[in-house]
């Protein structure tokens, strides 16, 4: 019986297969190669492409079904167990080696140090912006004493024009 270790190895590396052509189309070139007086009679004969076809296929002797269909599985079963040992020796490799492991680990690290070093970042931008925005507020408001200031000693020089106006006016008349 299988161990589970086992069961879930092979789980993981079906799951884990790039796409493959498939088995009709491995078969058929294949086929094609197994048989390759077709494609050179093929090129070789005369004629529209109907005829063509006809002497490629005349020439083929015997049309070896069985051999081609084993040769297919084989190329099938060799792709496979490649495919197994390059997944079994990268498992391998992950599991045993330690300093694979801390790699991996260090780099995972430097992703939190930048995470820690752009939230430091982050929070001196926003006493910076607080800072800015209390210096924008006292700006406002020294503008604004300063707009009051203008308009007192304005409302006042009016007020002066007025008195020299009527003193003016006064000594006219009296």
Partial sequence: MLKKKTLKSLLVFTENQ????????IYFFTW???HNQVISHFFGATGDFWSRIHIAFSSLEKNQYLVVLLLTCVIF???????FLRFK????????DDDYANDKEGK?????????????????VQKQLAAAKEREKKAISERNEQ?????AIQM???EARADIAILSTNTQNG
């Fill in 18 to 25: 790039h796409p493959a052509p498939s088995f009709i189309l």
């Fill in 32 to 34: 094609l190669a197994w």
């Fill in 77 to 83: 079963i060799l792709r496979l167990a490649y495919s």
């Fill in 89 to 96: 020796s990268a498992e391998l490799l992950n599991a045993s």
């Fill in 108 to 124: 995972d690290f430097e992703k939190n140090e930048d995470i820690a070093q752009l939230m430091a970042t982050l929070t001196a």
């Fill in 147 to 151: 707009v009051k200031k203008v308009l």
């Fill in 156 to 158: 006042e020089l009016e």
